[in-house]
């Protein structure tokens, strides 16, 4: 790679592996990793150190990298959220929790960091972890890992409460002398064996739960998440049985919470209602082989302390939160509005000599509320209420006919830093016009967009928007559907949603792969919406009402700040109706001071 030629092939492999894979919790010498990367800085492109490029309404601090969402929690008054960030540079290492606290979660006050290496516990790493918010004015307790050995990156689990529990904003925060509070013993890998999840009430004396999320044996590990029970965060005991596992390799920053079944739009349940006849219960886990978030929905039994997905096939073909650039999310209860809320991280896709010349790397993508659908087999996502309060100017087109092969651009406002809602209507009967699903591809979303991609014709689409394009369409990020017949043994429309990045940039060295998954959707009626926030550097779309959600980062070259288009596209045989499309210019947030 260009960028990196100036460095060792094996430094630049590592590099690579580095930011493309994300390295939330591999130890590398970041020292030499960004020392390597400065090195490389006199080949980035002018554009990518462009501000303008930085993103407007993500969360991010004001420089350096930051990875994992850790213990979002509403604590009188105020949202706080706490990151993984190297306050020293802008590749991973020498990591902290660094802290924010908001009204609103989308306008962002830092505070001091929460948490630094500084015991036995965690003298080598301050890990992710979680917070959970005790009853009857308690306050909350972190429960994170620390690594406690420089060499074989042993893993425990630690403790922390907050020094005055009456602070509204928690800004100093205390580790008891007892820590670690969680060993791994009993034949855990110390090196696999981390993120604890938020706390949650069960039946017995030991009555508080939570989940650490490991791997179990060597040739073909599984993804395991462990039980620990405890009275008083003090002393935790393994329950002989994981909670779960699969043959996924190694689990980290795993989630567990109920959902409500057939409940109010929207609603959330707090993390320790039981389960029952209306409330099931959802188990995700990051795949640090995979490097992406996966989920369940099924039943969770307390008193064997099991959980069964309704699925059988379900840790095979695997639900996914998002299916883009998107990783290590973390959910918590918000008793303010009676949601649960979704935070997720994503990692740059340029090289980290890249990151080093503009000084920050990593953004978190926007809070989503999340509940199950009313099908039960999946959940919903949407970006939380609040960020429309950023929407200003806006333009808006009905009834507008997009002729096969055909495209309209969308005037009047500046769409670097945009959201946009567009309705698409199909006539039922061009449905009878879509391809074929290739029997080979039926379960591999991924495959079937990079062979289908946006430039390819189709029969019914690809149809969708072309954002951060440039005048001439050199540049263009494709977010679009394409309708499939059903290879067999089904009469319902296959629908894929795609990003296809490939077009993005005429920068070199960027990592550009498209993402996508299948929807779950009934569009024999013809209809079908899609929603993208488009944030300079990233784009977050939510089809057919949050049923499907893919991010991803692109880093254009001429599509930058006024520069940037927007556009609908039909590279269909099929025309496409735009019933309604209603696009906002998007303020720019309080964050963090930048």
Same mark, same amino acid.
């Given at each position: +790679?260009?960028?990196?030629?100036?460095?060792?092939?094996?430094?630049?492999?590592?590099?690579?592996?580095?930011?493309?894979?994300?390295? &939330?919790?591999?130890?590398?010498?970041?020292?030499?990793?960004?020392?390597?990367?400065?090195?490389?800085?006199?080949?980035?492109?002018?554009?990518?150190?462009?501000? @303008?490029?930085?993103?407007?309404?993500?969360?991010? $601090?004001?420089?350096?990298?930051?990875?994992? $969402?850790?213990?979002?929690?509403?604590?009188?008054?105020?949202?706080?959220?706490?990151?993984?960030?190297?306050?020293?540079?802008?590749?991973?290492?020498?990591?902290?929790?660094?802290?924010?606290?908001?009204?609103?979660?989308?306008?962002?006050?830092?505070?001091?960091?929460?948490?630094?290496?500084?015991?036995?516990?965690?003298?080598?790493?301050?890990?992710?972890?979680?917070?959970?918010?005790?009853?009857?004015?308690?306050?909350?307790?972190?429960?994170?890992?620390?690594?406690?050995?420089?060499?074989?990156?042993?893993?425990?689990?630690?403790?922390?409460?907050?020094?005055?529990? &009456?602070?509204?904003?928690?800004?100093?925060?205390?580790?008891?002398?007892?820590?670690?509070?969680?060993?791994?013993?009993?034949?855990?890998?110390?090196?696999?064996?981390?993120?604890?999840?938020?706390?949650?009430?069960?039946?017995?004396?030991?009555?508080?739960? *939570?989940?650490?999320?490991?791997?179990?044996?060597?040739?073909?590990?599984?993804?395991?998440?462990?039980?620990?029970?405890?009275?008083?965060?003090?002393?935790?005991?393994?329950?002989?049985?994981?909670?779960? &596992?699969?043959?996924?390799?190694?689990?980290?920053?795993?989630?567990?919470?109920?959902?409500?079944?057939?409940?109010?739009?929207?609603?959330?349940?707090?993390?320790?209602?039981?389960?029952?006849?209306?409330?099931?219960?959802?188990?995700?886990?990051?795949?640090?082989?995979?490097?992406?978030?996966?989920?369940?929905?099924?039943?969770?039994?307390?008193?064997?302390?099991?959980?069964?997905?309704?699925?059988?096939?379900?840790?095979?073909?695997?639900?996914?939160?998002?299916?883009?650039?998107?990783?290590?999310?973390?959910?918590?209860?918000?008793?303010?509005?009676?949601?649960?809320? @979704?935070?997720?991280?994503?990692?740059?896709?340029?090289?980290?000599?890249?990151?080093?010349?503009?000084?920050?790397?990593?953004?978190?993508?926007?809070?989503?509320?999340?509940?199950?659908?009313?099908?039960?087999?999946?959940?919903?996502?949407?970006?939380?209420?609040?960020?429309?309060?950023?929407?200003?100017?806006?333009?808006?087109?009905?009834?507008?006919?997009?002729?096969?092969?055909?495209?309209?651009?969308?005037?009047?406002?500046?769409?670097?830093?945009?959201?946009?809602?567009?309705?698409?209507?199909?006539?039922?009967?061009?449905?009878?016009?879509?391809?074929?699903?290739?029997?080979?591809?039926?379960?591999?979303?991924?495959?079937?967009?990079?062979?289908?991609?946006?430039?390819?014709?189709?029969?019914?689409?690809?149809?969708?928007?072309?954002?951060?394009?440039?005048?001439?369409?050199?540049?263009?990020?494709?977010?679009?559907?394409?309708?499939?017949? $059903?290879?067999?043994?089904?009469?319902?429309?296959?629908? @894929?949603?795609?990003?296809?990045?490939?077009?993005? &940039? *005429?920068?070199?060295?960027?990592?550009?792969?498209?993402?996508?998954?299948?929807?779950?959707?009934?569009?024999?009626?013809?209809?079908?919406?899609?929603?993208?926030?488009?944030?300079?550097?990233?784009?977050?779309?939510?089809?057919?009402?949050?049923?499907?959600?893919?991010?991803?980062?692109?880093?254009?070259?001429?599509?930058?700040?006024?520069?940037?288009?927007?556009?609908?596209?039909?590279?269909?045989?099929?025309?496409?109706?735009?019933?309604?499309?209603?696009?906002?210019? +998007?303020?720019?947030?309080?964050?963090?001071?930048?």
């Amino acid at each position: +790679m260009r960028a990196l030629v100036v460095v060792s092939f094996a430094s630049a492999c590592l590099l690579l592996l580095l930011q493309l894979a994300g390295a &939330s919790h591999v130890v590398y010498n970041y020292k030499d990793l960004e020392a390597e990367a400065a090195a490389a800085t006199d080949q980035v492109p002018p554009s990518i150190v462009n501000p @303008l490029l930085r993103t407007g309404y993500h969360f991010q $601090p004001p420089k350096n990298w930051i990875n994992d $969402p850790n213990a979002p929690m509403y604590y009188k008054g105020w949202y706080h959220f706490f990151y993984q960030y190297n306050p020293k540079g802008a590749v991973w290492g020498n990591i902290v929790w660094a802290h924010s606290v908001s009204r609103d979660l989308i306008n962002w006050v830092a505070l001091e960091p929460a948490l630094r290496p500084s015991i036995p516990g965690d003298r080598y790493g301050c890990w992710s972890g979680s917070a959970t918010v005790l009853p009857d004015g308690g306050g909350p307790v972190i429960m994170y890992t620390g690594v406690d050995h420089p060499d074989i990156n042993y893993q425990v689990q630690n403790v922390a409460y907050p020094k005055n529990v &009456s602070d509204p904003l928690l800004r100093e925060w205390v580790k008891p002398s007892h820590n670690p509070v969680i060993v791994p013993e009993g034949g855990i890998n110390a090196t696999q064996f981390r993120d604890p999840t938020t706390a949650w009430r069960g039946p017995g004396p030991e009555q508080w739960r *939570l989940l650490v999320g490991s791997a179990a044996g060597s040739s073909s590990p599984r993804g395991v998440a462990y039980v620990y029970r405890s009275r008083d965060f003090r002393r935790w005991r393994r329950v002989r049985r994981p909670l779960h &596992s699969a043959a996924t390799g190694m689990w980290e920053c795993p989630d567990f919470y109920p959902v409500s079944k057939g409940g109010a739009p929207r609603a959330g349940l707090e993390t320790s209602v039981p389960p029952g006849p209306r409330v099931k219960h959802v188990l995700k886990n990051s795949l640090d082989l995979r490097r992406y978030d996966y989920y369940t929905v099924g039943t969770y039994h307390p008193r064997a302390e099991r959980y069964v997905p309704d699925d059988p096939a379900g840790d095979e073909h695997r639900l996914r939160y998002d299916y883009g650039n998107f990783y290590a999310s973390k959910t918590f209860y918000d008793p303010a509005k009676r949601r649960r809320i @979704l935070w997720g991280w994503a990692n740059e896709s340029d090289t980290a000599a890249d990151d080093v010349a503009k000084g920050w790397a990593g953004i978190q993508a926007i809070p989503r509320t999340v509940w199950l659908d009313p099908s039960g087999k999946q959940l919903l996502q949407w970006p939380i209420e609040e960020v429309e309060a950023l929407r200003a100017k806006s333009v808006t087109l009905k009834n507008r006919l997009i002729k096969a092969g055909h495209h309209v651009e969308v005037t009047g406002i500046q769409t670097a830093q945009a959201d946009v809602e567009v309705s698409f209507e199909v006539s039922p009967s061009a449905l009878a016009g879509a391809e074929t699903l290739d029997p080979a591809l039926a379960y591999d979303a991924e495959r079937l967009c990079g062979v289908k991609r946006a430039d390819v014709r189709g029969g019914v689409g690809p149809f969708g928007l072309w954002v951060l394009a440039s005048a001439n369409r050199k540049e263009r990020t494709a977010v679009f559907f394409r309708v499939f017949k $059903p290879a067999a043994g089904s009469d319902k429309p296959v629908v @894929l949603m795609c990003t296809d990045p490939t077009k993005s &940039s *005429l920068n070199p060295n960027l990592y550009r792969p498209t993402f996508a998954g299948f929807v779950d959707t009934d569009i024999s009626n013809g209809k079908i919406s899609l929603r993208s926030l488009i944030d300079r550097s990233v784009v977050e779309s939510f089809g057919a009402g949050g049923k499907t959600c893919i991010l991803s980062r692109v880093y254009p070259s001429l599509a930058i700040g006024k520069d940037a288009r927007l556009y609908v596209f039909n590279n269909g045989r099929a025309h496409v109706k735009v019933s309604r499309l209603t696009a906002w210019e +998007m303020k720019k947030p309080v964050m963090n001071g930048a």
